[in-house]
C-alpha cells in the first residue's frame, strides 16, 4: 500500500483515498481522489527517475572533469615531474623514504638558491674589485650562460635542471638590472628607484614569458606572471598617486591578469585579489569625503572595478564558482558606486536608504532573472551564476543595513518614537522578499515569512513614523489581523505559515500596545477572544484558537474589573469567574478542544487564586469558589474522582486560611470532626462500591485533618502535638499495609516522616556542626560512592515498590 502525499504542500496523507485514505488533504483540503491524481502520480514517478538519472550523470561530467584537469597538471608540470618520455626506460621503484624525483627537486632547488645567493654577495660585495668592463663581462657572461644552458638541458631530457637554470638566469637578470643602476650605468642612478623597478618588473616579466615560450619552460609563465604583478603599483606610487590613482594602477593589473588568465588558470586569482583591493581603496576614498567632487572621483574606479568582475561573470569559459564570485564582487562595487552620492544628501537618519535602494533594485531584478539563488548543481543557463551571484550581493548589502535598524525597529514596537526609515526599508525588505517567495514557489515558504514579518514591521510602524495618534496607530496594528483571519477563514487553501505569520505577528503588536490603557484593552482583548473562537470552529487551529480564547476571556474579565475600580485580589474573581464557566463549557464539547478547554480553565483559575494570596480573606473565599466548580466538575462521570478529591483539597486549604485568619492555633477541634465525617462517609460509599479507590474514599478525610495538624505541629515549640500526630501517622501507616490501602499508607508515611524530620533536625544540626568540616563532604563523597555502586540494585527494588503500590486499592 503506497503512501500518498500531497503534491501542494507536500504534507504526509498516507494511503490512498482507494485504500482507506482521506478523500482530501488534511492540511491544505486539495482532493485526493479525483481523476487527474493518478496521471499526476504517474508524472511524479517519471521525474523522479528523471532527476536520478541527472544526477548520476552530472557525478560522472565531475569525474571526468577532475581526471583531465589531472592529466592537464601532468602535462603542464613536464616528464620531470610526470610519467617519463616516449621512449625512456621506466624508472626503478624506489626503496627509500623519498621519492626520486622528489629527491631532485630538492636537490635542483637548493642548488639554484645557493648560486643566487653567491651571486647576490657577489655583486654587493666585491662589486667595486672590477673595474667596468670586468663587472660587465662577468654579469654579462654569467647570465647568457645561465639562460642559454636550458636549450642545451631540454635536448639532453635534463628537463628539471633546465628549469632551474631558467630561475638562476631570470634572478640574474633581476641582479643586473640593481647592478646597473647601483654603478649609474647610462644615467639610470639618477631614475627615481619605484619607477626604475617598475619598468624592469614589466621587461623583465615580458622577457620571461618570451623566454619561457622559447625554451617550453614550465615554470617561467609564473615567473613572469609573478613579476607582472608589481609594475603597476610601483608606477602609481613613483606618479605620487593619491588613493584613488592607486585604485586605478591596481585595476590596471587586473586587466593584465585577466588577459594572463586566457593562458594561465592561476592568474584569475590575482586578478580577484587585485580588484577586491582596488574597490576597497575607491570606497574608502569616496566614503571619506564630506563634498561630492572626491566622492564622485572615487566612484569612478568602483564602476570600473564591477565592470571589470562582472566581465569575468560572464565568461562562459571560467568556472561556475569563481562566475559566482565575480558577480557577488561586481554587485557589491556597483552599490557601492550608487550608494556615494545619496549617501551626501540624505539627512542622516535616512542615510541607510543610500545603500538599501540600490541594493534592493539590484537584487530584485536578480532574483526577476535567476532560478535559483545561489546556484545548485551545474549551470544550467548560460548567465545563470551572474544573477545568483548579484543576488546575492544585494542581500550582503540589506543585511547589516537590518541588523543596523532593528534597535529603531524594536524601540518603534515599544511605543518609542519612530524614525521614518524604519518603515520604508522594512517595506523594501517585504518587497523584495515577497518577489522572492513567488519567484522560488514551495522552496520560498521562509522567504514568504519573512515578507509578511517585515510587512507588518512596515505598516506597524508607519503610523507612529507620520505622528499619527495612539488609536490609529493601535488600529493600524490590528486590522491587519483580523484580515488575515478572514482569508484563512474563507480560503483554506494555499500556503499556511505566512498567513499565520501575517495573523500573529500584527495581533501580537497590538495586544501589547493595547495593555496601557483601559479601553483600548478591553476592545482589542475582547475582539481577540472572539476572534480565537471563531478559528477554534476551523479544524486546523482548534486547540491554539481555543486557549488563546480562554486565556483571553479571562484576562478581558479581571481587566473589566480592575477598570470598574476594583483592587487586583478582588478583580481576580472575575477571572475565576471565566475558569468556573469553562467547566460545563468543556463537559458540553468533545475531543481535544474539550480538553483544551478544560485545562486551559484550570490553569485561569490557578492564576486567579494566587491573585490573591496576598489577601488571606479573599485567598479563602477564592479556594472556597474553586472547591465548588471542582464539585461541579465531578458531576461529570468521566472526572468523578479528580474532581471529588479536587474539590475536596480545595475547600479544606479555603477552611485553613479561614482558621489562620481566626486565630486558631489548634486546628484538631476543627478538622477533626470534618475528617471523621467524611471518613465515614467514605466507608460507607466503598462497601457499596468494593471497587472504589482508598484515595477516592478516604483520601480528603485523612488529608482535612493530618495535613493541619502537620503545619501546626511544625510552628508548635512543645513535644505533645507532635508526638501525638506522629503516633496517629504511624497507626495509619500499619493500618493502610496491613489492609492493603494506598491513601493512610501514603500519607501516613508522608506525614510521619515529616513531623519526624522536625523532631530530629535541630539535634541533627547540632551534630553536625560539631563535627570536623571535612566530615561532612567525606560523609556525602561515600554517599555517592554508595549510591553509584548499588544504583542497579536500588533501582530493582523501587520498581518492585512500584508494582506493590499499584496492588493497593
Given at each position: 500500500?503506497?503512501?500518498y ?7 504526509y496523507t ?5 485504500d482507506?485514505g ?5 492540511r491544505c483540503?486539495?482532493?485526493l481522489?479525483?481523476q ?45 615531474r610526470g610519467?617519463p ?21 630538492v636537490?635542483?632547488t637548493?642548488?639554484?638558491?645557493l648560486?643566487?645567493?653567491a ?10 674589485r ?39 638566469g ?14 649609474g ?12 623597478w617598475?619598468?624592469?618588473?614589466g ?38 598617486a ?6 586605478y ?18 592568474a ?7 580588484t ?22 572615487g566612484c ?8 571589470l568582475?562582472?566581465?569575468?561573470a ?5 568556472p ?18 550608487a ?11 535616512w ?9 534592493a ?8 532573472r ?28 540589506l543585511a ?16 518609542e ?6 518603515p ?23 522567504m ?9 514591521a512596515?505598516?506597524v510602524?508607519a ?10 496607530a493601535?488600529?493600524t ?5 483580523v484580515?488575515a ?14 498567513r ?17 490603557h ?8 475582547g475582539?481577540?477572544?472572539?476572534l ?14 481555543t486557549?488563546?480564547?480562554v ?7 479581571a ?15 472575575a477571572a475565576l ?15 481535544r478542544?474539550?480538553?483544551t ?5 484550570y490553569?485561569?483559575g490557578?492564576?486567579?487564586?494566587l ?17 465548588a466548580?471542582?464539585a ?8 468523578r474522582?479528580?474532581g ?16 489562620a485568619l481566626?486565630?486558631?492555633?489548634a ?8 475528617s471523621?465525617?467524611?471518613l465515614?462517609l467514605g ?24 495535613l ?37 499508607l501514603?500519607?501516613g508515611?508522608?506525614?510521619l516522616?515529616a ?11 547540632q ?18 560512592l554508595?549510591?553509584?555502586a ?5 533501582l530493582r ?7 506493590n ?5
Amino acid at each position: 500500500m503506497d503512501a500518498y502525499r500531497c503534491p501542494d504542500c507536500g504534507s504526509y496523507t498516507g494511503p490512498a483515498p482507494a485504500d482507506g485514505g482521506p478523500a482530501a488533504c488534511p492540511r491544505c483540503r486539495l482532493p485526493l481522489d479525483a481523476q487527474e491524481m493518478v496521471e499526476l502520480r504517474g508524472i511524479d514517478v517519471e521525474l523522479g527517475a528523471v532527476e536520478a538519472r541527472r544526477a548520476a550523470l552530472h557525478r560522472r561530467r565531475a569525474a571526468l572533469v577532475r581526471a583531465l584537469r589531472a592529466r592537464r597538471a601532468a602535462v603542464a608540470a613536464g616528464p620531470a615531474r610526470g610519467a617519463p618520455r616516449a621512449g625512456a626506460p621506466a624508472a626503478k621503484a624506489s626503496t627509500g623514504e623519498a621519492a626520486p624525483q622528489s629527491a631532485q627537486t630538492v636537490l635542483l632547488t637548493l642548488g639554484g638558491l645557493l648560486i643566487v645567493v653567491a651571486g647576490l654577495v657577489f655583486t654587493l660585495v666585491n662589486w667595486s674589485r672590477f673595474g667596468i668592463g670586468g663587472r660587465a663581462a662577468v654579469l654579462t657572461a654569467l647570465t647568457v650562460l645561465a639562460l642559454a644552458a636550458p636549450l642545451a638541458l631540454r635536448r639532453r631530457s635534463l628537463d628539471a635542471t633546465a628549469e632551474t637554470m631558467s630561475a638562476i638566469g631570470v634572478a640574474l637578470v633581476l641582479l643586473d638590472s640593481h647592478a646597473a643602476r647601483a654603478t649609474g650605468l647610462a644615467g639610470l642612478r639618477d631614475v627615481h628607484g619605484t619607477a626604475y623597478w617598475s619598468a624592469v618588473t614589466g621587461l623583465v616579466a615580458l622577457g620571461a614569458a618570451a623566454y619561457g615560450r622559447l625554451t617550453r619552460s614550465a615554470l617561467m609563465p609564473y615567473a613572469a606572471l609573478l613579476l607582472l604583478q608589481g609594475t603597476a603599483p610601483l608606477a602609481a606610487v613613483a606618479l605620487h598617486a593619491h588613493t584613488t590613482g592607486l585604485a586605478y594602477a591596481l585595476l590596471v593589473s587586473a586587466v593584465l591578469n585577466l588577459v594572463v588568465a586566457t593562458r594561465m588558470p592561476a592568474a584569475l586569482r590575482a586578478a580577484g585579489g587585485w580588484t577586491v583591493v582596488a574597490g576597497a581603496l575607491a570606497a574608502a576614498a569616496a566614503y571619506r569625503s564630506d563634498s561630492y567632487g572626491p566622492a564622485l572621483r572615487g566612484c569612478l574606479p568602483l564602476v570600473l572595478a564591477a565592470a571589470l568582475a562582472l566581465a569575468a561573470a560572464r565568461s562562459p569559459r571560467l568556472p561556475a564558482a569563481t562566475r559566482v564570485g565575480g558577480a557577488v564582487l561586481g554587485g557589491l562595487a556597483l552599490v557601492g558606486a550608487a550608494a556615494v552620492a545619496p549617501r551626501l544628501a540624505l539627512p542622516g537618519a535616512w542615510a541607510p536608504l543610500a545603500a538599501a535602494v540600490p541594493a534592493a533594485l539590484l537584487a530584485g531584478v536578480a532574483l526577476l532573472r535567476s532560478p535559483t539563488v545561489p546556484p545548485v548543481g551545474p549551470v544550467r543557463r548560460p548567465h545563470e551564476p551572474l544573477w545568483a551571484g548579484l543576488a546575492v550581493a544585494g542581500a550582503l548589502v540589506l543585511a547589516p543595513v537590518a541588523l543596523r535598524l532593528l534597535p529603531l525597529l524594536l524601540r518603534a514596537l515599544g511605543r518609542e518614537a519612530a524614525d521614518g526609515v524604519v518603515p520604508v526599508v522594512a517595506a523594501i525588505l517585504a518587497a523584495l522578499l515577497a518577489g522572492a517567495a513567488v519567484r522560488f514557489g514551495r522552496a520560498g515558504t521562509a522567504m514568504g515569512c519573512g515578507a509578511v514579518l517585515t510587512a507588518a514591521a512596515a505598516v506597524v510602524t508607519a503610523p507612529d513614523a507620520a505622528g499619527l495618534p495612539y488609536p490609529v496607530a493601535l488600529a493600524t496594528a490590528g486590522l491587519p489581523a483580523v484580515a488575515a483571519a478572514a482569508h484563512l477563514l474563507r480560503r483554506p487553501e494555499g500556503a499556511l505559515a505566512p498567513r499565520l505569520c501575517a495573523l500573529l505577528a500584527p495581533a501580537a503588536v497590538a495586544l501589547v500596545w493595547s495593555l496601557p490603557h483601559d479601553a483600548a484593552a478591553l476592545t482589542v482583548w475582547g475582539a481577540a477572544a472572539v476572534l480565537a473562537a471563531r478559528l477554534a470552529a476551523d479544524g486546523r487551529f482548534a486547540v491554539p484558537a481555543t486557549a488563546f480564547a480562554v486565556f483571553a476571556a479571562g484576562y478581558e474579565a479581571a481587566r473589566a474589573a480592575a477598570a470598574a475600580g476594583l483592587p487586583p485580589h478582588l478583580a481576580a474573581f472575575a477571572a475565576l469567574g471565566v475558569a468556573a464557566a469553562t467547566v460545563p463549557v468543556a463537559a458540553a464539547l468533545s475531543g481535544r478542544v474539550a480538553l483544551t478547554v478544560e485545562f486551559c480553565g484550570y490553569a485561569v483559575g490557578a492564576v486567579a487564586v494566587l491573585a490573591t494570596a496576598g489577601h488571606p480573606d479573599a485567598l479563602s473565599v477564592a479556594l472556597a469558589a474553586a472547591g465548588a466548580a471542582g464539585a461541579g466538575l465531578a458531576l461529570r462521570a468521566d472526572r468523578r474522582t479528580a474532581g471529588a478529591i479536587g474539590a475536596a483539597a480545595l475547600l479544606a486549604w479555603s477552611s485553613w486560611v479561614r482558621l489562620a485568619l481566626a486565630g486558631v492555633a489548634a486546628p484538631e477541634p476543627y478538622t477533626v470532626s470534618m475528617s471523621l465525617v467524611l471518613l465515614v462517609l467514605g466507608h460507607l460509599r466503598r462497601r457499596r462500591d468494593p471497587g472504589l479507590g482508598s484515595w477516592t474514599a478516604y483520601g480528603s478525610g485523612l488529608a482535612s485533618s493530618l495535613l493541619p495538624s502537620l503545619v501546626a505541629a511544625w510552628g508548635d515549640p512543645h513535644w505533645l502535638r507532635p508526638l501525638l500526630l506522629g503516633l496517629t501517622a504511624l497507626a495509619l501507616t500499619l493500618l493502610g499495609a496491613r489492609l492493603r490501602l494506598r491513601a493512610p499508607l501514603a500519607l501516613g508515611g508522608t506525614v510521619l516522616a515529616a513531623d519526624a524530620f522536625h523532631e530530629l533536625a535541630p539535634a541533627v544540626a547540632q551534630s553536625i556542626g560539631q563535627l570536623p568540616r571535612w566530615a561532612p563532604v567525606a560523609a556525602a563523597g561515600i554517599l555517592l560512592l554508595y549510591l553509584g555502586a548499588t544504583y542497579e540494585r536500588r533501582l530493582r527494588a523501587a520498581r518492585r515498590l512500584r508494582s506493590n503500590l499499584r496492588t493497593l486499592h
